[in-house]
């Protein structure tokens, strides 16, 4: 009768530490995905997911014809939002320079966003100007600031040209961020 009782107890104890084994795990599974999601928000980067009622808002490039282009051909086009009255935005030029040549091969565009006038988008570029596409201009700028629901410079977007934003963040973060929407790609 004894060794029933110890049977017994072995088998509801067995049960239970299996059982806090499956809790444990379970709640080291979560807590990393959440963990994840919280360094991305620390990093700066965001995954919003919502579709633009219409690529319209690209084509308000400077060139349109060359934003029409890329939305037929490119896997993703980056808006990149400066402001002439932004002193890191001015520091961030460079480094979008260098991030526009290292990821067109790969087929993203990147386009600046700058809600001045076409000549102090110009001029707040200085000699970086030529090199870039850019949508300037109060109304444009502004109704794209609106549209992608941006709330700080510098900043970016890196929209599909369906109309999905995929990911934005602070453009400290564009070239991690780019590296892992191509990773996801098809």
Not at 37 to 51: I, M, T, V
Not at 79 to 98: D, I
């Amino acid at each position: 009768m004894n060794s029933t009782y110890i049977s017994a107890a072995l088998i509801v104890i067995g049960t239970i530490s299996v059982f806090n084994l499956l809790l444990t795990l379970l709640l080291v599974f979560s807590h990393r995905d959440a963990t994840s999601a919280n360094e991305d928000k620390a990093r700066g980067l965001s995954f919003p997911g919502f579709r633009l009622e219409s690529t319209e808002a690209i084509l308000r490039l400077d060139n349109p014809t060359r934003a029409s282009t890329w939305l037929k051909e490119s896997k993703a086009i980056v808006l990149a939002f400066l402001s002439p009255e932004c002193g890191p935005c001015k520091n961030e030029v460079p480094g979008l320079t260098r991030v526009k040549s290292a990821y067109r091969p790969k087929g993203i565009e990147l386009a600046l966003v700058i809600p001045a006038s076409e000549s102090s988008a110009t001029e707040f570029l200085g000699g970086t100007a030529p090199l870039h596409d850019v949508i300037s201009g109060e109304s444009r700028a502004q109704q794209l600031f609106k549209d992608l629901r941006v709330t700080s410079t510098p900043s970016f977007a890196v929209v599909t040209p369906d109309g999905w934003v995929r990911v934005t963040g602070h453009t400290f973060m564009l070239g991690s961020a780019l590296d892992r929407f191509l990773a996801e790609q098809p």
